[in-house]
């Protein structure tokens, strides 16, 4: 299993867009995406620090969607 994460923010702007790709790890060409838009606010506190306990578990939500998405095809 591979992911590859791609965070793309325009600047000045507080909302970001997530780019998930989830590659099967068996050398096939199968994979699938998922994009998240949302507020950065979200995950930082006010110093600018990445809210692990916040971000980290989204993030494993979402995995789990594109694992489950594979097992639903």
């Known amino acids: 299993m591979l ?3 791609s965070l793309s923010v325009v600047r000045y702007d507080d909302i ?3 780019t998930i790709e989830y590659k099967d790890g ?3 060409s199968n994979f699938r995406e998922t ?3 949302d507020s950065v606010t979200k ?3 006010e110093k600018g620090t990445l ?3 916040l971000f980290c578990p989204q993030l494993k939500q979402i995995c789990r ?3 489950k998405d594979k097992k639903d095809k």
């Open 35 to 37: 994009k998240l838009q």
């Open 3 to 5: 992911l590859l994460l």
């Open 43 to 45: 995950f930082f506190d």
């Open 51 to 53: 809210r692990e306990d």
């Open 26 to 28: 068996n050398g096939s």
């Open 16 to 18: 970001y867009e997530l």
């Open 65 to 67: 969607s594109l694992q």
